[in-house]
């Protein structure tokens, strides 16, 4: 029905889509640190390259932005010399902080936005700017620091992706000073990169997956109206778009009210023009 919509109507499914699809923000996900029996710990030389391909065969595998999140800072611990801990965040233009994947508790609060929701961490700011991000000693001023705080004396934060409203980063963690050196920066954005890579395509499939979803609402919602209001395809699609602008509701919302309210009226009330 979508088809014959699109047709009559003048508009292309591309156009459709853009209409009624937003990309929705990660949900926040709490992970146990997993062991991966196939990768060694702090591979170097060929063992690396073998890791790294086994560790973005995890990482594709999975389902959802979630799921990829929840494998790589699993894969993190395993894969980062010296690391013990990582985190993912996502830091907004002015320091607002979300927390969305942690291996534990310990870094799930060192990760926490504190009081005005701003980060724990003023060197993240740096990596709008920088790839990577190192802190050799959190008690170096004098500690007072969350990190130190929580014993957690180095980090290793490398930009998953970024735009000029936000930015996601992956921090690795370890309670001795200088944990991470050249050797564990160089592997941590290669690994980096194959995460930001997973990271993309299963955004990109969430979203094909809720634009079918979506398409076949509008198709649904379409067809109710063609039905009570005895109109072609095209004109039901218009009549939609219009109560979308003229309501301020998304085009999606409105076609899933007006799909309920069919079902839960036996097909009747339903009015939108």
């Given amino acids: 029905m979508l088809f014959v919509l699109c047709s009559q109507s003048g508009m292309c499914c591309g156009a459709l889509l853009r209409t009624a699809v937003r990309p929705r923000l990660p949900k926040r996900f709490v992970v146990?640190?997993?062991?991966?029996?196939?990768?060694?710990?702090?591979?170097?030389?060929?063992?690396?390259?073998?890791?790294?391909?086994?560790?973005?065969?995890?990482?594709?595998?999975?389902?959802?932005?979630?799921?990829?999140?929840?494998?790589?800072?699993?894969?993190?611990?395993?894969?980062?010399?010296?690391?013990?801990?990582?985190?993912?965040?996502?830091?907004?233009?002015?320091?607002?902080?979300?927390?969305?994947?942690?291996?534990?508790e310990t870094v799930r609060f060192a990760a926490e936005p504190r009081q005005g929701g701003h980060t724990p961490h003023p060197d993240w700011e740096r990596l709008w700017t920088t790839p990577v991000v190192r802190t050799d000693d959190s008690e170096a001023d004098g500690g007072g620091s969350v990190l130190s705080g929580l014993g957690l004396r180095s980090t290793l934060s490398l930009?998953?992706?970024?735009?000029?409203?936000?930015?996601?980063?992956?921090?690795?963690?370890?309670?001795?000073?200088?944990?991470?050196?050249?050797?564990?920066?160089?592997?941590?954005?290669?690994?980096?990169?194959?995460?930001?890579?997973?990271?993309?395509?299963?955004?990109?499939?969430?979203?094909?997956?809720?634009?079918?979803?979506?398409?076949?609402?509008?198709?649904?919602?379409?067809?109710?109206?063609?039905?009570?209001l005895d109109i072609d395809a095209g004109g039901a699609f218009e009549s939609l778009v219009k109560a979308s602008q003229r309501e301020n509701v998304k085009l999606r919302d409105l076609a899933r009210r007006i799909v309920d309210a069919n079902s839960g009226a036996g097909g009747r009330g339903v009015t939108e023009r």
């Fill in 32 to 104: 146990a640190a997993s062991e991966f029996p196939d990768l060694p710990r702090f591979p170097v030389g060929f063992e690396l390259a073998e890791a790294l391909t086994a560790a973005a065969g995890d990482l594709h595998a999975t389902g959802s932005p979630g799921d990829t999140m929840n494998t790589a800072v699993a894969l993190a611990v395993r894969l980062l010399p010296e690391a013990e801990h990582a985190g993912i965040s996502e830091i907004q233009r002015g320091g607002r902080l979300r927390s969305l994947a942690w291996t534990d």
């Fill in 159 to 228: 930009r998953l992706r970024a735009d000029r409203r936000r930015l996601t980063v992956l921090t690795a963690y370890a309670r001795k000073p200088q944990a991470f050196d050249e050797d564990a920066t160089r592997i941590g954005r290669l690994f980096t990169a194959h995460v930001s890579l997973a990271l993309d395509s299963a955004t990109v499939r969430e979203q094909l997956t809720e634009a079918m979803r979506t398409r076949d609402l509008i198709g649904q919602a379409t067809g109710i109206l063609m039905e009570r």
